[in-house]
């Protein structure tokens, strides 16, 4: 079984940073795997963040966070990073990561393309 795990969400004010991280374990090559990090705020729509391909080659951003967040990856550790900054109240939400088979440079934008997600890291940010 495969599993993803989120750490690293906290409370933290304006302008200040945080990382996320997401681990797979089980049976998993991680490496064949398009990977995403999403949120949802309280009465708001789950929404994309930031997406990066199997290769770490490809980041895609949600346009409010593009230039404050950044995306990566260490396949060799299963994992994925989200680093978190200049945060702003709007931020706040349960982060999410999410995985997908695939080999697409393209980005997966939408939770339905998605089979695989964690349990979710809350961020808060106080103004």
């Known amino acids: 079984q495969v599993q993803l795990v989120e750490s690293g969400g906290g409370l933290v004010q304006t302008g200040d940073s945080l990382t996320l991280s997401c681990v797979a374990s089980?049976?998993?090559?991680?490496?064949?795997?398009?990977v995403g990090w999403f949120r949802q705020a309280p009465g708001k729509e789950r929404e994309l963040v930031a997406g990066i391909t199997w290769d770490g080659h490809n980041a895609h951003y949600r346009a409010s966070v593009e230039g404050r967040f950044t995306i990566s990856r260490e396949n060799f550790k299963n994992t994925v990073y989200l680093q978190m900054n200049t945060m702003k109240p709007e931020d706040t939400a349960v982060y999410y990561c999410?995985?997908?088979?695939?080999?697409?440079?393209?980005?997966?934008?939408?939770?339905?393309?998605?089979?695989?997600w964690g349990q979710g890291t809350r961020v808060t940010v106080s103004s």
């Open positions: 999410a995985a997908q088979e695939s080999f697409t440079p393209d980005p997966l934008t939408t939770q339905y393309q998605y089979s695989i």
């Open positions: 089980g049976n998993i090559i991680f490496s064949r795997y398009y």
